[in-house]
């Protein structure tokens, strides 16, 4: 008997509840799994530190052989005008008649006289042989200072060179008779040179450290004005030998020997064998010392060695010449203007193309007002001014 509450109707789920079961359980709710603990990540150790020797450098190839080859052409071209050219009449048949006929292993009768050939071979070639390892020195000694310095503008008298070869050029000259100048000139001079660079090298080294780049340019700068300073006291206090001085500063190769040229060939070589010899790391030295130590190179040793060989070719040159400027500088930066920035270039085509362009400004010299002689120094000066300040205002001052 089913009772209805009164105010309710029955329904469909009234029906269900009656009809189930009495001993009908409640649904079981669904619990999840718990999620199992996240593994542990154990940190892998690193690996040791490779104790392998540094890769070997790899440089972008650089072919250097139309340039130098065109720099050999200018440099005979050179030559052949510097021994034809000057107050003797010798045409250049008559000169390469006489240089064909005194070869070795090649006979041929030249017609050239006695009297032609004496010329040529015993003031000539002398004056042009000299002229060409002054300005090879100078020129690769300018372009290894700008490469070790990193400054587009040094020059191969930065570290005092010139202060030091100027100042043991004055002391000989007001202190020497005339029989004796000539053979301690050169002496003094390159004495004079290379001490002004070891001195410089000794101021640069500060607390004990290694010398850095910028110390020893300030010091070279400090250096060559006190070498300076000594040198124009020792100019006031003799001046009847101001003419003296004042022509070996000038610089002049006219009357240059082929003693001259024996004194200097053995430090000319070893310079130009040295320089040549690093011009590879002087390309790694291009992109700063820290980046070129983590390539394996000794930055600080590869500067010592390629200034002790830039200085010592200087002096030399300088030794019998006298103070030729602007060579180191003009020079370089023509070969990358017109060539390539690589010192593997820049190098060995400065070397070449500072010995014909030092041939040509001497025969500019010797002729422009003969019988009278220019300095050599003013030409190049003449030349060298105007170039330095084109590049001072050039945006490829910084090809370096």
Request: proline share 9%; hydrophobic share 50%; net charge neutral.
């Amino acid at each position: 008997m089913s009772t209805t509450l009164p105010g309710r109707t029955p329904g469909a789920g009234d029906e269900a509840r009656a009809t189930a079961p009495a001993d009908a359980k409640p649904p079981t709710p669904t619990v999840a799994p718990p999620e199992p603990p996240p593994t542990p990540t154990v940190a892998q150790p690193e690996p040791p530190p490779s104790t392998a020797p540094p890769s070997p450098i790899q440089l972008p190839r650089v072919s250097a052989r139309r340039p130098v080859l065109v720099a050999f052409v200018v440099l005979i071209g050179a030559i052949l005008l510097g021994v034809s050219v000057g107050p003797a009449d010798i045409s250049l048949p008559t000169v390469l008649s006489g240089l064909l006929g005194h070869l070795p292993l090649i006979h041929y009768h030249s017609h050239t006289s006695a009297l032609d050939w004496d010329v040529i071979w015993q003031i000539r070639l002398p004056g042009v042989v000299l002229a060409g390892m002054v300005g090879a020195m100078l020129a690769g000694g300018g372009a290894a200072y700008q490469g070790v310095f990193r400054n587009p503008l040094a020059d191969p008298y930065l570290l005092g060179v010139a202060a030091g070869a100027g100042l043991g050029a004055t002391i000989v000259i007001v202190q020497s008779s005339g029989t004796d100048l000539h053979q301690l000139l050169p002496f003094a001079a390159f004495a004079g040179g290379i001490g002004a660079v070891v001195l410089t090298y000794l101021v640069g080294a500060t607390s004990g450290r290694r010398a850095s780049t910028a110390s020893i340019v300030l010091a070279g700068v400090a250096v060559a004005a006190l070498l300076t300073a000594i040198q124009t006291y020792l100019q006031q206090q003799h001046e009847p030998d101001l003419q003296g001085v004042y022509a070996w500063i000038l610089g002049s190769l006219g009357t240059a020997s082929w003693s001259d040229v024996t004194l200097i060939l053995p430090y000319v070589a070893l310079s130009a064998i040295v320089l040549f010899l690093h011009r590879r790391l002087l390309d790694v030295l291009r992109v700063g010392e820290e980046e070129a130590g983590a390539l394996g190179v000794h930055a600080a040793r590869v500067r010592l060695t390629v200034v002790a060989a830039a200085t010592l070719g200087t002096a030399a040159a300088v030794s019998v010449s006298g103070l030729i400027g602007f060579v180191g500088i003009i020079v370089p930066h023509t070969v990358r203007l017109l060539s390539n920035a690589s010192y593997r270039v820049v190098l060995p085509v400065s070397m070449i193309g500072g010995a014909a362009f030092l041939i040509l400004a001497d025969v500019v010299a010797l002729n422009l007002q003969a019988p009278a002689q220019i300095p050599i120094g003013v030409v190049t000066a003449f030349v060298g001014a105007p170039f330095f300040l084109f590049l001072l205002r050039s945006r490829r001052t910084g090809v370096l």
